[in-house]
């Protein structure tokens, strides 16, 4: 599967953008599907992840409550909404794919198989 990643762009503190990743096909409605994102100087970190069928959500800590992931199988879409930007999340952000079927949603990128190109988002104070 390929996936193209949309949406970055700048923004103001306290503002909202919304990701949204494309695939290519419907294997996609068979992956976990996953937001990273990688600040300059540091590692690529998770973002939020949802299961195949969307039952499944897990954010990490630095983004609960202020962004949520959401899928459209239906369009192949994986999309994030990002509510009360803040400058520390300005980074290029990626969707990646996991074809392997684990019923939670993995948050080391090792564990997944397919990246879109990234889309930066720069979020100025």
């Known amino acids: 599967v390929q996936l193209q990643a949309s949406g970055g762009g700048l923004v103001q503190a306290g503002g909202s953008l919304t990701l949204t990743c494309t695939a290519s096909?419907?294997?996609?409605?068979?992956?976990?599907m996953a937001w990273f994102r990688q600040a300059p100087g540091k590692e690529r970190e998770f973002v939020a992840g949802?299961?195949?069928?969307?039952?499944?959500?897990s954010y990490a800590d630095a983004v609960k409550g202020r962004f949520t992931v959401s899928r459209d199988n239906a369009d192949y879409t994986v999309t994030l909404q990002m509510n009360s930007l803040k400058p520390e999340d300005t980074a290029v952000y990626y969707c990646?794919?996991?074809?392997?079927?684990?019923?939670?949603?993995?948050?080391?990128?090792?564990?997944?198989?397919?990246w879109g190109q990234g889309t930066l988002v720069t979020v100025s104070s």
């Open positions: 990646a794919a996991d074809s392997e079927f684990r019923g939670v949603v993995a948050v080391t990128d090792d564990d997944y198989d397919y």
């Open positions: 096909d419907r294997t996609f409605s068979r992956y976990a």
């Open positions: 949802i299961t195949w069928a969307g039952g499944g959500r």
